[in-house]
């Protein structure tokens, strides 16, 4: 026995890719088109940078009340981290510490199944149905707990909050945890289940509907117990998580609700005339809750379409997956950049003689 048998070895999340190159079109990993509310700018300019000689709040409070106060929760009910990712990893190692398996979709966001195997958490994946929605009266039976998004990730589905209601009301002996990163877009949050039901854990992220991948912001809610056993995993693994600058720039993130607004309020329209757009270029797609869609076309293989639109420049997502690889994920982005989009779209069409005009 060598020193090889005893690293943990994993097979890591692959994210999308950030290309380089300042001209392309980037509809891959959903993030907004647009910048950050101009608050944060100036909450950034305010900064003292000799100010960071100290470390930050470990309980990056300003942050966590500003959340607390934009929903209407006590600070006891919100708990902060780099980037949902952040937080939901501490979840898993949290609320996951069983040996019964959790559940999640087959097709859903695709850390959840790398955190699990790094954390060595059993699970089950049950399928979606025909349609790619989740069946929730699968998730019963005995479970260490249940996991996933809504709207769901990479299908753009809302599941309604009835249906997450008896999801929750099914599994009161396992933690139920919403991930929540697209529920800015158009869907019901199941926010008011923390306080119907003790095991309900809501996650949100300040990367999509607040314009701010690049500062890493997410956090969860819940009960305070709840909350707590996940503040006591925190400090018992990094304290300082929350830096200075995105504790000051994220609490001015979230009071600027108007500007959040408008924001998303744009990126839904677009998101219909994209819609639109591409079912009249023959792709087949659901209305989607996201600020992404999921699009098949019936007679040309994803994968080469991916790959032309790359050698255009226009970046977006494709997974050779069972089930899902005839499939493209396509960010919304600006209407300029979806007519980009529509344009190379046509163009490759007209070449394989699937479009005309
Ligand atoms: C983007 C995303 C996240 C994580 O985003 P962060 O940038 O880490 O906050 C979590 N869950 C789903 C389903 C996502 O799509």
Redesign the pocket.
Same mark, same amino acid.
């Given at each position: 026995m060598g020193f090889e048998d005893r690293i943990r070895k994993v097979v890591p999340y692959v994210p999308g890719e950030q290309p380089k190159a300042a001209n392309v079109i980037k509809l891959n #990993?959903?993030e907004s088109p647009y910048p950050p509310s101009p608050k944060v700018k100036e909450a950034l300019q305010e900064l003292d940078a000799d100010r960071l000689r100290l470390y930050p709040d470990p309980a990056a409070s300003e942050l966590v009340n500003a959340i607390a106060e934009y929903y209407g929760l006590s600070e006891k009910e919100v708990f902060v981290g =780099? @980037?949902?990712? %952040? =937080?939901?990893a501490m979840c898993f190692m949290t609320f996951f510490n069983s040996e019964d398996p959790i559940l999640f979709p087959d097709i #859903?966001?695709s850390?959840y199944d790398v955190w699990a195997d790094l954390l060595r958490i059993p699970y089950r994946q049950l399928p979606l149905d025909e349609n790619f929605d989740i069946r929730p009266e699968d998730y019963t039976g005995r479970n260490g707990g249940v996991i996933f998004?809504n709207p769901?990730?990479p299908t753009g589905a809302l599941l309604p909050l009835e249906q997450i209601r008896q999801i929750a009301r099914a599994n009161q002996d396992s933690i139920v945890i919403i %991930?929540e &990163?697209?529920i800015d877009f158009g869907g019901e949050s199941a926010l008011p289940l923390i306080h119907e039901f003790k095991n309900v854990v809501v #996650?949100q992220?300040?990367?999509?509907s607040r314009n701010l &991948?690049g500062l890493?912001? @997410?956090c969860a809610m819940a009960d305070e117990k709840l909350i707590k056993y996940l503040n006591d995993v925190k400090y018992s693994f990094n304290s300082y998580t929350m830096n200075m600058p995105a504790i000051k720039a994220g609490a001015a993130a979230i009071r600027d609700r108007a500007y959040f607004e408008s924001c998303t309020a744009k990126i839904r329209a677009t998101r219909e005339r994209a819609t639109k757009m591409l079912r009249d270029l023959g792709f087949e797609l659901r209305d989607s809750s996201a600020n992404f869609v999921f699009a098949t076309h019936p007679q040309v293989d994803a994968k080469e379409i991916f790959d032309y639109l790359k050698s255009k420049n226009i970046f977006v997502r494709w997974w050779g997956k069972p089930r899902i690889n005839r499939y493209l994920r396509i960010t919304i982005g600006t209407d300029r950049e979806m007519e980009a989009l529509g344009e190379a779209l046509k163009s490759f069409l007209k070449e394989k003689g699937l479009f005309e005009a």
């Open positions: #990993t959903n =780099v @980037g949902s990712d %952040d =937080v939901l #859903t966001y850390f998004p769901n990730a %991930d &990163a697209y #996650t992220t300040f990367s999509k &991948a890493r912001i @997410g």
